[in-house]
Nanobody, 112 residues
Framework: EVQLVESGGALVQAGGTLRLSCAAS????????LAWFRQAPGKEREGVAW????????NYADSVKGRFTISSDNAKRTVSLQMNNLKPEDTAVYYC?????WGQGTQVTVSS
């Protein structure tokens, strides 16, 4: 059974940093694309960052490019999202995703 468990969400001031983690199980991990999505109140869920675990290649939404960094630790089966210079518009529930599977989400709130 595929499981994705996010952690690390918190309340932080604008300009601050957070690091989210996603612990994965139930699949081979070392040749998959994993992603972070987010959903703000009243808005559609949107993709934020993607990583291909086979070679570490990454891709980012324009809104977070230069501020967020996605990384994976294949030995620990985790994907992380380092978020710097956070803005109030980054406030959302952040989800980890692979294939058709989603985690339960972790809340990030950025105060102005």
């Amino acid at each position: 059974e595929v499981q994705l468990v996010e952690s690390g969400g918190a309340l932080v001031q604008a300009g601050g940093t957070l690091r989210l983690s996603c612990a994965a199980s139930g699949f081979s991990f070392d040749d998959y694309t994993l992603a972070w999505f987010r959903q703000a109140p009243g808005k559609e869920r949107e993709g934020v960052a993607w990583i291909r675990t086979r070679d570490g290649s990454t891709n980012y939404a324009d809104s977070v490019k230069g501020r967020f960094t996605i990384s994976s630790d294949n030995a620990k089966r985790t994907v992380s999202l380092q978020m710097n210079n956070l803005k109030p518009e980054d406030t959302a529930v952040y989800y980890c995703k692979t294939l058709l599977y989603w985690g339960q989400g972790t809340q990030v709130t950025v105060s102005s």
